[in-house]
């Protein structure tokens, strides 16, 4: 596709938009309100917002490969923050995708230069839970475990941060582990019971 069609994509969108609402942008200018944080993969084949059909405005996005959340990197901690403390979220959404490439390169033993510390964080996660993901001999199930595994993990390195724990406490906002079948665009709810996980690890990670 050509760059110039990008911007001929984008007068067919606001006129579109005014179509079904001419103070659309009126209203878009006067702030964010958002309910929900969205952390993804950064992956081109997965658009939050379209694929859980909402609006510019009702969910705040932070994506990076294999959406991770490890504590020594500022800018998932500071989106974090900021959408606990100044925007009040309400939810917030670790959402994998399964045929994630940052999983699969973490699944083989490849030196990928510069990715090398980013995929140690989704090594770690393998090694955690080694002895199950080693036990399922088919790889595309040992994948789709390992993304879900991750997930999981990602919501809990959540639930140690500060801001999040005094928001659990005072606001009860709540965490959803979700992943995005690519094959069937479906969003699975993995259930995770947060609760369990609250209760089993905050003797370690309890910060009040």
Not at 39 to 45: A, M, T, Y
Not at 106 to 119: F, I, K, R, S
Not at 134 to 154: C, S
């Amino acid at each position: 596709m050509k760059i110039e069609k990008i911007f001929e994509n984008n007068q067919q969108w606001i006129a579109d938009k005014l179509k079904k609402d001419e103070d659309f942008f009126v209203n878009l200018s006067k702030g964010q309100n958002p309910y929900m944080l969205y952390i993804g993969c950064s992956d081109s084949r997965v658009s939050p917002e379209a694929m859980m059909g909402l609006e510019p405005g009702e969910v705040f996005v932070h994506r990076n490969i294999a959406n991770m959340v490890p504590n020594t990197d500022l800018n998932v901690m500071s989106v974090i923050n900021y959408a606990v403390e100044h925007l009040e979220v309400k939810h917030i959404v670790v959402c994998g995708h399964y045929d994630c490439g940052g999983i699969k390169a973490a699944m083989h033993h490849t030196d990928l230069g510069m990715l090398n510390p980013w995929v140690r964080n989704i090594r770690d996660v393998y090694r955690l839970h080694m002895e199950k993901l080693d036990a399922i001999t088919d790889e595309g199930d040992r994948h789709k475990r390992f993304v879900e595994l991750n997930v999981e993990e990602q919501c809990v390195n959540i639930i140690k941060t500060a801001v999040v724990q005094k928001a659990h406490r005072d606001k009860a906002i709540t965490i959803h582990g979700w992943v995005f079948d690519i094959h069937s665009g479906k969003l699975i709810d993995l259930g995770i019971d947060f609760d369990g996980v609250l209760e089993g690890n905050m003797g370690i990670y309890r910060l009040s």
